[in-house]
């Protein structure tokens, strides 16, 4: 993948990520064992931020859902949630596999519901994949949301080694033949683009410092992804990093903002 600096973004370039494209590598994951934490309502590494956050009342969206492991997870645990996603053969694969799973096809950028409409809303590594950027998707998310409502949005970030790389002319690649795929944010310039769309942000939270160091540092991959006799370095090793204090606030591939759309 390449990546080449834009303004106080990182851009990513590989092939441009369409329905087709997620259609694909959702279709390279999904199985019986993937759906069966989700069905026990395991959230995974948002074990602890979507229980704080989330309202208990009320309709909650997750807009780009995927397979749908996260609406199954939180109805499992009683919230009313439901998805959108915008890749159809996907929506049918999980319909044919959950048909009463509270999952449609649709546009993150214009959902078909009325103005403040749910109580919550997520949005889990989508935004960035727009190279105009995220407002179309952080406009709709506001509409759909009633007054007070809370938003969990998450993009790649542009953490500390990512920041130190970028000084040092790291990332240079030509990207003219590539399609762009994606971008990685800087905290102040996620909070500007949610602040124009009307929200406030209340509280950040970095997420899989694994990945955001084993993308950076070619040695830190290569020793920590083996498994040794039987036993997996690499899912060792990530849950080290999520109990280490500052690990994912600084190192976290993923940067998530806790926002709320303002009473009134």
């Known amino acids: 993948m390449l990546r080449s600096e834009q303004g106080m973004r990182l851009a990513y370039f590989l092939r441009g990520a369409d329905a087709g494209y997620w259609e694909q590598h959702w279709e390279d994951v999904v199985s019986a064992e993937f759906y069966a934490g989700a069905e026990n309502g395991r ?5 602890k931020i979507f229980p704080r956050y989330l309202p208990r009342r009320g309709s909650i969206l997750e807009a780009g859902c995927g397979l749908g492991q996260y609406v199954m997870a939180l109805r ?3 919230y009313q ?3 959108l996603d915008w890749a159809e053969k996907t929506v049918v694969e999980v319909h044919r596999r959950f048909p009463d799973l509270p999952v449609q096809c649709g546009d993150a950028t214009r959902i078909p519901v009325a103005d403040g409409q749910y109580a919550g809303y997520i949005s889990l590594g989508v935004i960035e994949h727009s190279q105009e950027g995220p407002g179309a998707y952080l406009v709709e998310a506001h509409r759909v ?5 809370v938003a969990l949005v998450s993009v790649p970030c542009m953490h500390a080694v990512r920041r130190l790389k970028a000084r040092l002319g790291c990332y240079r690649d030509i990207v003219a033949e590539a399609d762009f795929y994606q971008y990685a944010f800087r905290r102040d310039d996620l909070q500007r683009e949610l602040e124009t769309a009307g929200f406030q942000v209340e ?5 899989d410092s694994y990945k955001g160091i084993k993308d950076e540092i070619p040695w830190f991959a290569a020793v920590f992804s083996r498994r040794i006799a039987g036993f997996d370095l690499g899912y060792a090793t990530q849950r080290a990093l999520s109990h280490l204090p500052g690990a994912d606030r600084f190192l976290g591939h993923m940067l998530m903002a806790v926002c709320r759309k303002p009473m009134g």
Request: aromatic residues 14%; hydrophobic residues 45%; without cysteine.
């Open 81 to 83: 949630a439901e998805g």
């Open 203 to 207: 509280a950040w939270h970095g997420y």
């Open 76 to 78: 499992a645990r009683g």
């Open 145 to 149: 949301l009633a007054p007070g409502g």
């Open 43 to 47: 959230l995974g590494i948002f074990e």
